[in-house]
């Protein structure tokens, strides 16, 4: 008997132990789960708040004063309300957030990270997140301390957010910072070099060599990096592509492996939309074609509309905007005047426009572009003396930092990925009317989903902050004219010393078609042509024999992804000859003030403080 009660109190004993640790388990098990939740409400409200800054946008509401005001029915408001998200494994989290004050705070980004040197808006908020399990019991407290950092991506002098490649036959100096969210290629020709200056971020891998064959042949000049007030070599590349891995001695001038940052997307710019460059934009000009090809003339003579966000015409706008009298021989279906729609197929020589790439590309659709064409100064003139065309507002409008034209063309091939339309942008060179009187544009950004050619000098007067966001940018010097769409022989095309001062968003063509190492080694028939195709030329520049005229360009250079009306690869080069690229990055936009208006952002967040508060 002795021994079976001694046996009983140890089964008793064990049992109570047994049902002790599993409770135990089962309590730090739940904890865990609770913990997990929390922290996953911290991200998910966390990546909603940058998501707004990425709409151009800022968070604004009303934040409630606890977790339990939340469980009582004030639950705030807005942006900052009292959010409940629910997980697979039976649990929650019940999160709300709150705004610093004083924000912004107007930055610099410090030494030592990512993007430093470059000014940002900085935004700092606190997240409460409380984990709950099925019951709805707490079971974590978590709060996030965070800065939503807004970075202009025309504060960079070279920005891509795909594969980045740079294989100048010259000296190049890239006097600014680079950021690539894909792989840098480095690739100086034979006898070229590039010299780095800024800070140079890359989000995957980075070489020596080309994306587009192994092999350094013909491209092994000298790549350098500022480090900080003397140059120091990277790697040679002497016989095949290199990787590049250990970047110490350049002291954070060169980060590898840097978070990829998130960025607009292009269709952020299309017409006819929700797009904000289109909802936003103080004017949206279209240009109308018929199933034909042909300028729809219901509305206007010429098939050229002012429209609303809806794309409806507005016809007091659109009438102001062909008025001869205030706007005399701005509007003409011809290839002469100042806004005009370019013709397509045989004409006569001088008022048709061919793009020499496009055409050995896709002779048959590309042979002549249709055109919506803008003389930009006589186009200002007639909003100054007509205001209904930007629905009442003056030149000097600031609602965006200044004004915002979306330009467009509504057709049959509007969505193609190879077609023909395009806007082109001419007497540009200084951006303000001529009338007496006329008060000066603050800055002056230029939007369309179609190509946009620029035509001669612009913004090389009387500068003011200007951008150009457009499917490509094809750049004609001050020589140009119509009549050389007519040359086949590129040597009789001849470009000349031209200037251009702006912010340009580009797409840039994939070296093999894709990203990183399944683009790889597809032949040189393949390249896309990288940093120095952001732009795109057309004429031969040369004079007589040696003398190659400069291009000079300021400004800064984004290509957010692929063109999606443009399948043309750099080359073979059998329709121009590059000019010598005087390019540097416009320091004026390190002054958020003075940056073009609607200025593309990326937003990060950066953690400032993580806490867990142990008392349920």
């Known amino acids: 008997m002795l021994l079976i009660i001694v046996s009983m109190s140890l089964i008793g004993a064990y049992m109570t132990l047994t049902r002790t640790e599993i409770a135990q388990v089962k309590s730090s098990r739940d904890s865990a789960s609770g913990f997990n939740a929390a922290e996953a409400g911290l991200n998910l409200r966390a990546e909603d708040i940058r998501a707004i800054f990425l709409d151009y946008d800022r968070p604004d509401g009303t934040s409630p004063d606890s977790v339990e005001a939340c469980d009582e029915g004030d639950v705030g408001d807005g942006d900052f309300a009292c959010e409940t998200y629910a997980f697979e494994n039976s649990h929650s989290a019940v999160t709300y957030v709150e705004e610093e004050p004083g924000n912004p705070y107007f930055t610099t980004i410090p030494p030592g990270e990512p993007f430093s040197g470059l000014s940002t808006q900085e935004y700092r908020y606190t997240v409460t997140s409380v984990g709950r399990n099925q019951a709805q019991s707490n079971e974590a407290v978590l709060a996030l301390t965070f800065k939503s950092r807004v970075v202009p991506l025309f504060q960079f002098a070279i920005f891509f957010h795909e594969d980045l490649e740079f294989f100048n036959g010259a000296v190049m100096t890239v006097d600014g910072h680079v950021h690539t969210n894909g792989n840098l290629y480095a690739a100086t020709q034979d006898g070229g070099q590039t010299n780095y200056v800024g800070q140079v971020t890359v989000v995957g891998d980075m070489y020596r060599g080309m994306k587009s064959q192994s092999s350094c042949s013909g491209y092994s000049g000298t790549s350098r990096v500022l480090d900080p007030v003397s140059y120091v070599s990277l790697p040679a590349c002497s016989s095949s592509r290199v990787l590049i891995e250990d970047v110490e001695d350049w002291n954070d001038n060169i980060m590898l492996d840097v978070d990829e940052v998130a960025v607009p997307a292009p269709e952020d710019m299309d017409s006819f939309s929700d797009g904000e460059y289109w909802l936003r934009a103080d004017m949206r000009l279209v240009l109308r074609l018929n199933s034909s090809n042909n300028p729809v003339t219901t509305n206007s003579s010429t098939g050229i509309e002012v429209v609303d966000t809806d794309g409806n015409n507005i016809s007091s706008a659109t009438n102001a905007l062909h008025n001869s009298s205030n706007c005399p021989g701005l509007v003409s279906t011809g290839g002469g005047p100042s ?182 080694d597809h032949g040189a028939d393949s390249n896309g042509g990288g940093a120095i195709n952001v732009f795109r030329f057309n004429e031969w520049f040369r004079v007589g024999s040696s003398s190659i005229p400069d291009f000079t360009y300021v400004g800064s250079m984004v290509s957010l992804g692929a063109p999606r009306k443009s399948q043309s690869t750099w080359g073979p080069f059998t329709y121009y000859s590059a000019p010598n690229r005087v390019w540097s990055y416009d320091e004026r936009f390190n002054d958020a003030d003075l940056l073009p208006p609607m200025t593309p952002a990326f937003v990060y967040i950066k953690q400032e403080l993580f806490v867990r508060d142990y008392e349920l």
């Open 339 to 520: 806004l005009s729609v370019g013709t397509q197929g045989p004409g006569t020589s001088g008022d048709q426009l061919r793009l020499y790439r496009e055409y050995q590309y896709n002779s048959s659709i590309n042979n002549f572009q249709r055109t919506l064409e803008v003389d930009m100064r006589a186009l200002l003139n007639c909003i100054k003396r007509n205001p209904v065309i930007m629905g009442g507002r003056q030149l000097d409008d600031d609602t965006e930092e200044g004004l915002v034209f979306h330009m467009a063309i509504d057709g049959p091939r509007s969505s193609w990925s190879q077609n023909n339309y395009s806007v082109r942008i001419r007497n540009g060179y200084r951006l303000k009317a001529t009338d007496s009187g006329s008060p000066n544009v603050k800055g002056l950004t230029v939007v369309s989903d179609q190509g946009v050619i620029v035509w001669g000098n612009y913004n090389s007067s009387s500068w003011v902050p200007a951008a150009i966001m457009a499917d490509t940018v094809w750049l004609l010097s001050n020589d140009w004219v119509d009549s050389d769409s007519y040359q086949t022989d590129r040597y009789y095309r001849d470009g000349s010393a031209t200037t251009v001062q702006v912010a340009v968003v580009s797409g840039i063509k994939r070296t093999g078609g894709a990203n990183g190492a399944a683009g790889e």
